[in-house]
Nanobody
């Protein structure tokens, strides 16, 4: 069992940066690939990116490539989403998720409760 808690969301101006964190409980965190998803108002939840259990591989959806970076610190049981050059289309609730297998589509086993990111123009 893995419990995930996101933090770091808030209001940011277009062009700015924000870093989200996802803290995981459980001693098996380092064996999971970790992903980020987001859901904008009135839209379906969409995949943002994923990082392998070791942190050595990452994959992003096209709309965030070059702007967002996923990293992890297995010693702290935490995964991060660094968001740079944000724009209003990035406004959404952001969720982290854990899955046994790194890949796309990313198959998830556990979800966090989400954190709101709002980008003002």
């Amino acid at each position: 069992q893995v419990q995930l808690v996101e933090s770091g969301g808030g209001l940011v101006q277009a062009g700015g940066s924000l870093r989200l964190s996802c803290a995981a409980s459980g001693r098996t965190f380092s064996s999971y690939a970790m992903g980020w998803f987001r859901q904008a108002p009135g839209k379906e939840r969409e995949f943002v990116g994923v990082i392998s259990w070791s942190g050595g591989r990452t994959y992003y959806t096209d709309s965030v490539k070059g702007r967002f970076t996923i990293s992890r610190d297995n010693a702290k049981n935490t995964v991060y989403l660094q968001m740079n050059s944000v724009n209003p289309e990035d406004t959404a609730v952001y969720y982290c998720a854990a899955g046994r297998v790194y890949g796309f589509p990313f198959i998830t086993d556990y979800w966090g409760q989400g954190t709101q990111v709002t980008v003002s123009s």
